[in-house]
């Protein structure tokens, strides 16, 4: 992106070569105050990462008000497991009381279940 706005007349010093995040949020927020900082109004963004970070990088963006497209790019085939767990472990451990109550909700609904079929002599 710094070759293409170099070449189309913005200098690298304008803040376009973004480069002081350490995560993908961090660069979501540097990237949506860049973006606010031009001028267009309503600008089509689009995010390039990983293919099985994108969902994850999605999240990120809407959360700090960039609407954004991801594109994710190929991932090898080796790597595609361990990727593919990392990211439904930041997931869950990102939504983790939506699990938490989802889980037990889970529970409480199958021993009421259990203890009516019991309760009707089912069992």
Same mark, same amino acid.
């Given at each position: 992106? =710094?070759?293409?706005?170099?070449?189309?007349?913005?200098?690298?010093?304008?803040?376009?070569?973004?480069?002081?995040? /350490?995560? +993908? =949020? @961090?660069?979501? @927020? !540097?990237? /949506?105050?860049?973006?606010?900082?031009?001028?267009? /109004?309503?600008?089509?963004?689009? !995010?390039? +990462?990983?293919?099985?970070?994108?969902?994850?990088?999605?999240?990120?963006?809407?959360?700090?008000?960039? $609407?954004?497209?991801?594109?994710?790019?190929?991932?090898?085939?080796? !790597?595609?497991?361990?990727?593919?767990?990392?990211? $439904?472990?930041?997931?869950?451990?990102?939504? /983790?009381?939506?699990?938490?109550?989802?889980?037990?909700?889970?529970?409480?609904?199958?021993?009421?279940?259990?203890?009516?079929?019991? $309760? @009707?002599?089912?069992?």
């Amino acid at each position: 992106m =710094l070759d293409y706005a170099v070449a189309h007349g913005l200098p690298a010093e304008h803040g376009w070569a973004e480069t002081a995040s /350490k995560t +993908t =949020l @961090q660069n979501m @927020q !540097f990237s /949506k105050r860049l973006i606010d900082q031009g001028p267009v /109004k309503e600008p089509r963004t689009i !995010f390039v +990462t990983n293919n099985y970070h994108t969902f994850r990088a999605g999240m990120f963006a809407r959360q700090v008000g960039l $609407y954004a497209d991801g594109i994710g790019a190929r991932t090898a085939r080796f !790597f595609l497991p361990n990727a593919i767990i990392r990211e $439904y472990i930041a997931i869950f451990v990102r939504n /983790k009381w939506w699990h938490v109550v989802a889980l037990v909700s889970l529970l409480i609904l199958s021993f009421l279940l259990v203890w009516f079929d019991y $309760y @009707q002599g089912l069992i």
